[in-house]
Structure formats: structure tokens, C-alpha cells
């Protein structure tokens, strides 16, 4: 008898990593339905792709938008560029989407919740952003959702659709200064969205519930299909 296919369902898929995770889905046998989550309308790209209008500020909105998903895919994130520095605006994007995401795939009968968090996160940590991505990781983990699988990836390489040019410097800079980090340091690592995107998959992938954490080394080895 055949396997009923998956539905997965992404947050940020026009962003880097997931439109990457969204590529991924597309090719993968194991889904039948990827959904995208947006504010803004746009059109299918996909045979297998959905589009559910969402405002992310109604729960009931995103309820509605998570129904028969399988997996949710969260790769939501901002700038401080593009919040013109307000730090309200960045945490209600940063964390208040993710975790009221989680709550509402909970509630629809989601089992799998995939973040994309950072290299670093600490609820405690003095830098805003930091502790930022340790409070949402908290707040998710907080949700009861049975596997939570938090990516922590440190620079992010790729080509974004919208151009930042600190970005891109900051890019070019890491790259090749990836290589001088070691031991602790070596989660800071300069790592590649579309990595970040396949280790995602594959952590959905697993049958084990729990709270799973993965950092550079472990992304890698995802990616590659060494011992996952």
C-alpha cells in the first residue's frame, strides 16, 4: 500500500535558506503538498506548491493556514536595516512569529517544528540579537511541540534575491576567515543556506521527539548523509 505523502508547510520561503528548503521539498517523493506561508499574494511556482495568505498577527489566521500539515519549516527573519532599527518591530518578526507559529501548528495537529535559529543564541546574552533567537528558541521549545529541531547556523552564504550590501561584505569577509575557527569557535563557522536547508529536511526527516540542536559540524554532516 502506498505511503500517504506529506504536507510541509514553510515560513520565510522567499527569504535564503527557505526558499532553499523550499526546492528541496519540491523534490523530495516523501511530500505531496508544499505550503507557503505569506503576507503578501503570490503565485504558485510548483505543481506541489500552495500559497495561504497569512497575517501572522491573527492565530486563527495561521491555524487556518497549518491544517493537514505534517512539518513546519520556520526560516523567518528581518534586518536591522529593514526595521529601520526598531528593535519592537524586530522581535515581533524574529520571535513572536515563530513561536506563535509553533503554538498554532501545535493546536492543527503538527508534530515537527523546524527553526532556524543562530550560532550562539542564549536567552541571556547581552547582544540583542542573540538573545533575540535564545528566547524564541525557548518559547518554541516552551509550546510542548513533540520534536523541535533548531538549526544554528552562523553566517549564512548564498545569493539573496534583494541585495544588502553589509551583507554581502560581511560574506566576503567570513568566508575565508572560517577556517581559523576552531573548537567553540567553530559553530561561528560561515556556512551555506542551501546546508542549512538540507539538514533541515533531513532533521524532519526523523522519527525521534525531542528538542534537537545542531550547529555547523552537525549541519554538515546532515547535508552529506554521514550517519543520519
Known amino acids: 500500500m502506498a505511503t500517504e ?11 535564503l535558506t527557505g526558499s532553499c528548503v523550499q526546492r528541496f521539498l519540491f523534490d523530495d517523493p516523501d511530500y505531496g ?3 507557503s506561508l505569506v503576507r ?12 495561504k495568505l497569512v497575517d501572522f498577527n491573527d492565530p486563527e489566521s495561521i491555524l487556518l493556514a497549518l491544517t493537514g500539515v505534517s512539518v513546519v519549516f520556520c526560516a523567518i527573519g528581518t534586518t536591522n536595516k529593514k526595521v529601520k532599527g526598531d528593535r519592537n518591530l524586530y522581535w515581533q518578526i524574529d520571535h513572536d512569529i515563530p513561536v506563535r507559529a509553533c503554538k498554532m501548528a501545535l493546536e492543527a495537529g503538527c508534530r515537527t517544528f523546524v527553526f532556524v535559529s543562530s ?5 541571556k546574552s547581552s547582544a540583542f540579537y542573540l538573545r533575540l533567537k535564545g528566547k524564541a ?4 521549545i516552551a509550546t510542548g511541540m513533540p520534536a523541535v529541531h533548531l538549526m544554528r547556523p552562523g553566517q549564512l552564504l548564498g545569493k539573496r534575491t534583494e541585495h544588502r ?36 529536511v533531513v532533521a524532519a526527516a526523523k522519527q ?21
Open 119 to 123: 550560532a550562539g543564541a542564549n536567552p
Open 208 to 228: 525521534e521527539t525531542g528538542v534537537f540542536r545542531y550547529t555547523y559540524k552537525e549541519m554538515i554532516q546532515m547535508a552529506k548523509g554521514e550517519g543520519y
Open 40 to 51: 503578501w499574494p503570490a503565485e504558485p511556482i510548483h505543481a506541489k506548491h500552495e500559497v
Open 33 to 35: 503538498c508544499v505550503r
Open 5 to 15: 505523502k506529506k504536507t510541509a508547510a514553510i515560513i520565510g520561503a522567499t527569504g
Open 137 to 140: 528558541e525557548d518559547a518554541i
Open 165 to 200: 550590501r553589509l551583507e554581502s561584505w560581511i560574506q566576503g569577509i567570513m568566508k575565508p576567515l572560517s577556517g581559523l575557527f576552531f573548537g567553540s569557535w567553530a559553530q561561528y563557522k560561515a556556512i551555506d543556506a542551501t546546508i542549512v536547508a538540507k539538514a533541515m
